[in-house]
């Protein structure tokens, strides 16, 4: 248990809908990311928010809709995806952004796009 | 026994045995670098870090050791167990205020 939870773990869904990934961490942290796992690929940054302002969007398509409502939680909402936008979907949270490279790891979303 | 050398996908070694995992960056403007560990259906979890003002710094079971003039990075395990197999990562961070970047993973497989 890393203190940072994902739901739902598993996701398939029609390149029409639209659905959504949640994020929660138990940590007090003040940074809180989204990061793409694709097989074969190194982890890639896809957004970061510090004390729930966008500090970082790393030229991701507008398909994908971060939201961060509070500390705490983190959404990435989902519409008219590609099926190469299936991956893992993994969030992470850290004490601050940008000094410190422990980050806490949920499990992932495995998304599939048909 | 252990292995070295350039940076492998995979790397399988028998339980007991010492590893040592290598990876190489490519910002020397890097000063920060951090090694993770993502066993199977989980997410990553950090194992340790070292600041470019240090070469070597220890864990429990692990140490990283650091060579800026070739901007290569390793981490050693030491008396490997199956519960160490993973996928390992290495990531860097250049100045403040900058994202992690990680490199490609290495499967590490431990066999009885």
């Known amino acids: 248990e890393t203190g940072v939870t994902q739901t739902p773990r598993h996701l398939v869904m029609g390149m029409t809908n639209k659905k959504s990934l949640k994020c929660e961490q138990h940590l007090g942290h003040n940074a809180m990311y989204w990061y793409k796992q694709s097989a074969k690929k190194p982890l890639e940054l896809m957004f970061v928010?510090?004390?729930?302002?966008?500090?970082e969007n790393n030229s991701v398509p507008s398909r994908f809709s971060p939201e961060c409502p509070n500390s705490s939680h983190l959404f990435l909402h989902l519409h008219t995806l590609q099926p190469e936008d299936s991956a893992l979907y993994l969030c992470?949270?850290?004490?601050?952004?940008?000094?410190?490279?422990?980050?806490?790891f949920g499990e992932g979303s495995r998304l599939t796009v048909l | 026994g252990e292995s070295v050398g350039l940076h492998l996908p995979t790397l399988s070694v028998q339980e007991g045995d010492n590893s040592i995992i290598n990876c190489a960056y490519s910002?020397?403007?890097?000063?920060?670098f951090i090694w993770y560990k993502q066993e199977s259906g989980k997410g990553p979890q950090f194992i340790i870090d070292i600041r470019s003002n240090m070469d070597k710094r220890q864990g429990q079971r692990v140490t990283v050791l650091l060579n800026k003039t070739v901007k290569h990075l390793s981490l050693q395990i030491a008396a490997t167990q199956p519960g160490d197999s993973a996928v390992y990562f290495c990531a860097e961070m250049g100045q403040a205020g900058t994202a992690l970047i990680f490199g490609k993973g290495t499967t590490l497989s431990v066999s009885s």
């Open positions: 992470a949270s850290s004490q601050d952004w940008g000094r410190t490279g422990e980050l806490f």
């Open positions: 910002n020397s403007a890097s000063d920060y």
């Open positions: 928010y510090n004390f729930k302002e966008q500090t």
